[in-house]
């Protein structure tokens, strides 16, 4: 059984950096992508990052040069590196496995964790 388990969220001032985790069990990195969603209050849910197994990552123009997403197959682990957080950034925060893709689109992931929240103030 899958399970994605979300941690690092919090409360932070514009400008500043937070690190969200993902514990991962049950699940099989190779061949498949992972990535980070988020969802503020009346909107989609949308993808911030995204990895395959081979490494390679992809963004949307929101966050480029700001988010970066890494994973540590040996912990069984994804990570979320926000930097220069904006008060648009807020909303809950959601790991996510099991995309064919290197994909940034939600219905493409199979699993889903519980979220973490982050809220930045401005």
């Not at 970066?68 to 807020?90: H, W």
């Amino acid at each position: 059984q899958v399970q994605l388990v979300e941690s690092g969220g919090g409360s932070v001032q514009a400008g500043g950096s937070l690190r969200l985790s993902c514990a991962v069990s049950g699940y099989t990195y190779s061949t498949y992508s992972m990535g980070w969603f988020r969802q503020a209050p009346g909107k989609e849910r949308e993808g911030v990052a995204a990895i395959d197994s081979d490494g390679s990552k992809r963004y949307p123009y929101s966050v480029k040069g700001r988010f970066t997403i890494s994973q540590d197959n040996a912990k069984n682990s994804l990570y979320l590196q926000m930097n220069n957080l904006k008060p648009e950034d807020t909303a809950m925060y959601y790991c996510a496995a099991g995309s064919r893709w290197l994909s940034l689109h939600r219905t493409e992931y199979n699993y889903w964790g519980q979220g973490t929240q982050v809220t930045v103030s401005s």
